[in-house]
């Protein structure tokens, strides 16, 4: 087994200032200390990590080259990728909703989009069995000429288009289980028949307007898109129940060539932004669960590209777990909150409720009689 794993130094210098992080109380403004959530750090300790345990040395350590204005374009208007370049050359600020970005941000974004772009086109070229971009920004919420929550272009988006245009792959799928919803990815696919994107995340988290389940694409998308919104504390077993009942059939019913996963943390037990109680367990069998998959359908090509989480002291423990079941390693990251999370996790009574609320998806899912 072959991992790839992607990354650039100069993508953890990407930074938003403090004012994103500004809260108004009785008219008046409190900093936030530390500014803006999406950080260098969740990254950069997750880095450091497989460093230090040695897994890296069981990874395929590369770079890669900025995406080009040629590949940005197949996602991103002229217009929107023009104003973006000026701001960033004439020293930063923000184009849409919680997109704060500095000097030089416009290329930073674009080597986070080529590290998503080179891993996908390393893992269909056959060099690669499997592999992951730590990318930063983020992507998962631009829309084509509208970015948001963090995200500046879209990097998943990005690389299929690139892909496509080298004749490397036809039928796509993406599986995005950030624990918020994946509204930029379905925005740029959403009347298309050749990608289908599949959203795990916490119901009316972020954008609380988009993620609803009754949002299956247009056109020839229509059904190429599967929002499986999940109320708040959902946990472990919640979301390998979501999982095996309703994305990894989509999956498996629509048979992609290739597999990619829009790999947050943020559904894990302690990140501020979310409230769903993964741990690094439930990081791990998901996994093995899509391993399993894309070697079934899609001949084992399996991309993750890294998306959202704000734990400093978690992110780095469930993203070592993910590429230690990628790559097979024997070299483990024992949790330091192993003791702690699952007993935080939902009662029976709670587990009932959230079979039925996954039952009544299955039952809208199933063709009429």
Known sequence: MTTGFFWDERCFWHGGGNYAGMLPVGGLVQPMDGGLPENPETKRRLKNLIEVTGLARDLDMRGAVPATRTDLLRVHPAHYLDEFKALSDAGGGELGRRTPFGPGGYAVAA?????????????????????????????????????????????????????????????????????????????????????LTVSLHQDRNYPMDTGAFADRGTGDGLGCNLNIPLPAGTGHRGYLAAMDRLALPAIRAFAPDVLIIACGYDAAANDPLGRMLATADTFGAMTARVMTLAADVCDRRLVMVHEGGYSETYVPFCGHNVLQEMSGSPINAPDPFAAVFPLRQPDARFDAYLDGVIADMEAALRPSA
């Open 111 to 195: 080597l986070s989009a080529g590290l998503a772009q080179a891993a996908l086109d390393a893992v269909l070229r056959g060099e690669l069995d499997n592999a992951y971009a730590l990318s930063r920004p983020p992507g998962h919420h631009c829309l084509p000429d509208y970015p948001n929550g963090f995200c500046l272009l879209n990097n998943i988006g990005i690389a299929i288009e690139a892909a496509k245009a080298a004749g490397l792959a036809q039928r796509f799928a993406v599986l995005d289980w950030d624990v918020h919803h994946g509204n930029g990815t379905e925005a740029v696919f959403y009347d298309r028949a050749d990608v």
